[in-house]
């Protein structure tokens, strides 16, 4: 996706979205902290774009490429804007009609009637061909 002449490039994020660039195939990654590191422009470059919680509002956080020619003159941006959503399985551990995020009755099960923890039935199956 980069522009014709484009030899670099460079990252920008918001606070609440990690970047890291890594070379396709080799394990050492590096992270985009810096806005003013520019990275050669190969083909074999890889952008990952992560969030650590859930957003506030929707498109709330940014990342932003910009696109340089040989001797650091700039061609071209492109941005993608994110939402990060947050998913939870909370259930009524202790069976008492209420759902809450901190039971401490999440992290064991008893048999009974004064038992206590969930039981979480997946349907594996194949509904559809």
Known sequence: A?????VSFGVKHTEGVSVEVARRGQE????ALDSGTRWPLDEGMVL???????????????VT????????????????F???????LDVDAD???????NSP???????????????LLV????ESP
């Open 2 to 6: 980069a522009p014709p002449g484009a």
């Open 28 to 31: 050492e990654v590096e992270s």
């Open 48 to 62: 990952r774009f992560s969030m650590s919680q859930a957003s506030t509002e929707l498109n709330d956080n940014k």
């Open 65 to 80: 490429v910009s696109f340089y020619a040989e001797g650091g003159q700039p061609i071209n941006q492109t941005g993608v």
């Open 82 to 88: 994110l939402t990060g959503i947050g998913i939870s």
């Open 95 to 101: 069976q008492d009609g209420a759902v809450e995020k």
């Open 105 to 119: 009755n999440k992290a064991s099960w008893t048999w009974g009637p004064n038992g206590h923890g969930a039981i």
């Open 123 to 126: 349907s594996c199956d194949k």
